[in-house]
């Protein structure tokens, strides 16, 4: 089985490169699916409140016998729009979240998305710093949040989060946000790192490097994230996949592999912009 590398965060704390996602998996299935990749080697899982499949999760990593502290939980505060988000209403929704999973502390706490209205983006971070300090979650940080954001939390709180959680992949490769990120300290995480399986795995140039390597499209491109030095959380509910997807440690992308794949950018998001959207 392969080791999946770590890399450390700005507290110290290590988190695996390679991480399993369960967006849009059902609750009633997701006891399989994180069951099966962490049967594969996986030890990082991300989920969200709003995936609605912490419980089934939860069931996985208490059935895996696995010790806890070889896992690394990754959950998301839904900071919905519908409230004014305060101190209470944080620790009711991250107390929520621990009771779902079964844990008495995740490894990573983040914000899901900045919002375009409001800014209680910062009451929620201070509330995380707390919860941090308190040991329930190892370490906390945000997703989705654009330079402007992180510039106003990082100049009107103590808190760097330790993470962004950010759509990235070929079409869309964030560079701006990635040497924000690396002035401060800020680790990479990618999500919808495989273009969400669509036209990115049947580009070409992606097929061309396959060949040449004698991998997958979806390993050449978990490779180009590891590479860069992202997280990578690609999310599968078949078998097979979950095992192809962490079977990428044994070569490595050259040069001219990662010349080519930089032409695909083509500033093409697959969700939304972060500063237009606003939700419920
Ligand atoms: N913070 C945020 O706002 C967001 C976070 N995320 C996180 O990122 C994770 C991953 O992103 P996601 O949007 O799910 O997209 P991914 O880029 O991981 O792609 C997932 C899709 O690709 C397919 N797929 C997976 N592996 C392969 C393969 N080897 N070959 C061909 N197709 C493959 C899957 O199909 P199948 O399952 O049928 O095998 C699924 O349809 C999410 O699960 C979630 O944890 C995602 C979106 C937003």
Do not use: C
């Not at 409001?118 to 929620?124: E, F, M, P, Q």
């Not at 945000?142 to 709180?157: C, D, G, K, M, Y």
């Amino acid at each position: 089985m392969s080791k999946v590398p770590s890399i450390t965060l700005n507290n110290g704390v290590e988190m695996p490169q390679l991480g399993f996602g369960v967006w849009q998996v059902p609750d009633d299935e997701a006891t399989a699916a994180v069951s099966e990749a962490l049967a594969a080697g996986y030890r990082s899982i991300d989920t969200a409140a709003i995936y609605e499949n912490e419980v089934g999760t939860g069931k996985a990593l208490a059935a895996s016998g696995i010790a806890r502290d070889e896992l690394f939980v990754t959950t998301k505060l839904w900071n919905s729009a519908s409230e004014t988000w305060t101190r209470e209403s944080v620790l009711r929704e991250f107390d929520a979240s621990l009771a779902k999973l079964g844990l008495d502390y995740v490894d990573l706490y983040l914000i899901h998305w900045p919002r375009a209205v409001r800014d209680d983006y910062l009451t929620i971070l201070r509330t995380f710093a707390e919860i941090a300090e308190s040991g329930r979650a190892k370490a906390v940080g945000v997703s989705n949040f654009q330079p402007a954001h992180l510039e106003r939390v990082i100049a009107e709180t103590s808190v760097v989060p330790a993470v962004n959680q950010i759509e990235l992949h070929p079409n869309f490769p964030q560079a701006e946000l990635r040497a924000l990120h690396a002035r401060h300290g800020i680790a990479t995480e990618a999500w919808s790192p495989l273009g969400q399986g669509k036209d990115l795995l049947a580009d070409p140039v992606i097929g061309r490097i396959a060949a040449k390597h004698g991998r997958t499209a979806a390993q050449i491109v978990l490779r180009w994230h590891l590479q860069l030095g992202n997280v990578a959380i690609p999310k599968s509910v078949t078998p097979s996949r979950i095992r192809e997807n962490i079977d990428v440690f044994g070569f490595e992308l050259d040069d001219e592999d990662l010349t080519a794949i930089a032409g695909l950018d083509n500033g093409t998001r697959l969700g939304p912009d972060p500063d237009e959207f606003d939700f419920n």
